[in-house]
């Protein structure tokens, strides 16, 4: 199996080293594992693909090279440039630091590279560690993503997903924030919406009298609703999402087409 791998956190990030080791041990020895992965940090960046401007890619070491965009534009220079002959057998974004659920998946970097894995045609998954209190100051916060993270994608590949006219699925997975020896299981969940919890801002005043806004996050340890991602996740649950690139409210048709007439 060939193996494309990118994220939003950068080249140098710890996810994405636990990443490769994910994707090197589903490869098999015959297989092969390439890195296209932004050359610094593009979190929150969602599906951005860099249409007005150019990126520069610089292979940094067989199979690894950083591009200068986004993980969509990873994901383009690596099936149409760095691939172009060889193409992917698989597409996996992340490891994220952080969780990707919730309002989340709508910004996220790590998402948007899957997402156009699937948009070009992919068997596609995003891959994100929730962080939180167990965790996060462990000297390995991704154990759970790294001990489970294989299996995970292993058993998400087994599903038989027709083909149809719809838009490609691909598959969004949260690891919990507990080390890897407690995760309870799997769980097929919804995206779900953490009540009052969206991003703001922050104002702050620089030395020099000039006044900024820092992006804020609400609280990332509320749950979701039963049946959900993170709900999933906060209580020890690996989540999988199955997502398609459609924002359409399909249950809103009807009663529209009937009042527009």
């Not at 986004?70 to 690596?78: F, K, R």
């Amino acid at each position: 199996m060939r193996i494309l791998i990118t994220n939003d956190d950068g080249i140098n990030a710890r996810g994405l080293e636990v990443l490769h080791g994910i994707a090197t041990e589903l490869a098999g020895e015959d297989g092969e594992v390439w890195t296209v992965a932004p050359a610094f940090e593009q979190s929150g960046v969602g599906h951005c693909i860099s249409y007005s401007r150019p990126m520069m890619v610089s292979e940094l070491a067989p199979r690894r090279y950083a591009a200068e965009g986004s993980p969509a534009d990873c994901v383009l220079a690596g099936l149409h440039d760095v691939l172009k002959d060889t193409p992917p057998d698989l597409v996996l974004s992340g490891v994220n630091r952080g969780n990707n659920a919730a309002e989340n998946v709508l910004y996220s970097g790590t998402v948007g590279g899957a997402m156009e894995g699937a948009l070009q045609g992919l068997p596609a998954i995003a891959l994100s560690q929730f962080y939180g209190p167990a965790n996060w100051r462990a000297d390995d916060p991704f154990e759970a993503a790294r001990v489970h993270g294989a299996e995970v994608v292993r058993r998400i590949l087994e599903i038989e997903v027709p083909a149809g006219p719809d838009y490609r699925l691909f598959w969004n997975v949260n690891f919990p924030p507990v080390p890897g020896a407690e995760v309870k299981g799997t769980r097929i969940v919804r995206q779900g919406r953490r009540d009052g919890a969206g991003f703001g801002v922050e104002p702050q005043m620089s030395p020099a009298g000039r006044r900024f806004l820092w992006i804020r996050g609400g609280d990332q340890q509320r749950p979701t609703g039963p049946g959900t991602d993170a709900t999933a996740n906060l209580d020890g649950y690996v989540s999988v999402t199955p997502m398609r690139a459609d924002l359409t409210a399909h249950d809103a048709l009807d009663g529209l087409e009937a009042h527009f007439g």
